[in-house]
Nanobody, 126 residues
Framework: QVQPVESGGGSVQTGGSLRLSCTTS????????MGWFRQVPGKRREGVAT???????YYSVSAKGRFTISSDSAKNTLYLQMDGLKPDDSAMYYC????????????????????WGQGTQVTVSS
């Protein structure tokens, strides 16, 4: 399976916005789960948001109300729209795609177990 490829990171000021993109071939499969994760050096990787094949979504407490996960199967692309960015959002962001029952995909505990790509860096300055 080809690893997803992330893009769209950058440097913004507090309150700014970014849209991350992730291309993956998994849209052709059924019962997929896709998600965004982030990691700061020295800290554990944390889940940010996930989306099921049916479009249901999960957000972490820190992401809820500011971030929006979406997907475009025609473009084989997963997105993360990030608004109201804060310095605490600074991290390397990764996406993953895999298979999962819907409940597990929305639990906040899912990851695909397929390894991690290069990620895309987000830096938010105060």
């Amino acid at each position: 399976q080809v690893q997803p490829v992330e893009s769209g990171g950058g440097s913004v000021q507090t309150g700014g916005s970014l849209r991350l993109s992730c291309t993956t071939s998994l849209f052709a499969e059924r019962k997929y789960c896709m998600g965004w994760f982030r990691q700061v050096p020295g800290k554990r990787r944390e889940g940010v948001a996930t989306i099921t094949e049916t479009g249901r979504t999960y957000y972490s407490v820190s992401a809820k109300g500011r971030f929006t996960i979406s997907s475009d199967s025609a473009k084989n692309t997963l997105y993360l729209q990030m608004d109201g960015l804060k310095p605490d959002d600074s991290a390397m962001y990764y996406c993953q795609a895999g298979w999962a029952a819907e409940a597990f995909c929305l639990s906040g505990r899912w990851s695909s177990g397929n390894g991690w790509g290069q990620g895309t860096q987000v830096t938010v300055s105060s």
